[in-house]
């Protein structure tokens, strides 16, 4: 079955930790995503790769870090930096293919809460 | 700057009617636009899309419009049913880049 698993469903964290949250797709699409949704707002881009080894910040990457060591993988961590971290986080994946135009898959989502 | 609004927060439909939801668009460039379903707790779920070469795209119930010289996009439900209570996310991109996303609007289907 292939999909966007996101671990774990539910984070809570003490103020001053930093959380790493994981997403891992099988579905062999190149590009990787993730996006923070707030109430009452759209989603909005924190982080995205197209490509093993780089990624590239999107509009709110500030307190934010990732990595792309593997083409499933694209963790997500949370730093102490970030100074309003509790939201619903959402991995998403694109295959970069002719043809698949630019159609983003999303996961489960995790509900990050600092307490 | 939002390149991409909706403008209504809620929308409330009795089941069996048509549901219509807009989005409007400020950045001519974006060429290809999508809607998302999403219920809560869970993530967006891709339910439709339209190049901006074509007017109207339709899969079973639901169909999209796009008026390019209003940068406007409208999805409609017909019929509306209760499974289709959720938020809906209109989003907008040009070729190879980011998705930019409306604020998404709850549709509430009454039976």
């Known amino acids: 079955d292939g999909g966007i698993t996101q671990s774990p469903k539910y984070l809570f964290r003490k103020e001053g930790q930093n959380v790493t949250l994981s997403c891992e797709q099988n579905?062999?699409?190149?590009?990787m995503y993730w996006y923070r949704q707030d109430p009452g707002q759209g989603l909005r881009l924190i982080y995205y790769?197209?490509?093993?080894?780089?990624?590239q910040k999107g509009d709110i990457a500030e307190g934010y870090s990732v990595s792309r060591e593997k083409k499933e993988s694209f963790p997500l961590t949370v730093t102490s930096a970030q100074k309003n971290p509790t939201a619903f986080y959402l991995c998403?994946?694109?295959?970069?293919?002719?043809?698949?135009?630019?159609?983003?898959?999303f996961g489960p989502g995790t509900r990050l809460t600092v307490l | 700057d939002q390149q991409v609004k909706q403008n209504s927060p809620s929308l409330s439909v009795q089941e069996g009617r048509i549901s219509i939801l807009n989005c409007d668009y400020t950045?001519?460039?974006?060429?290809?636009f999508l809607w998302y379903k999403k219920y809560p707790a869970e993530g967006p779920t891709f339910l439709i899309s339209?190049?901006?070469?074509?007017d109207k795209n339709e899969d079973g119930r639901f169909t999209v419009f796009l008026n390019k010289s209003a940068k406007h996009l409208s999805l409609h439900i017909v019929p509306s049913q209760p499974g289709d209570s959720a938020v809906y996310f209109c989003?907008?991109?040009?070729?190879?880049?980011?998705?930019?996303f409306g604020a998404g609007t709850i549709l509430r289907v009454k039976s």
């Open positions: 998403a994946s694109r295959a970069l293919a002719i043809g698949d135009r630019d159609t983003q898959y």
């Open positions: 579905l062999n699409h190149d590009a």
């Open positions: 790769s197209q490509i093993v080894n780089d990624f």
């Open positions: 950045n001519s460039m974006f060429d290809y």
């Open positions: 339209i190049s901006s070469i074509k």
């Open positions: 989003a907008a991109t040009r070729y190879g880049n980011k998705l930019v």
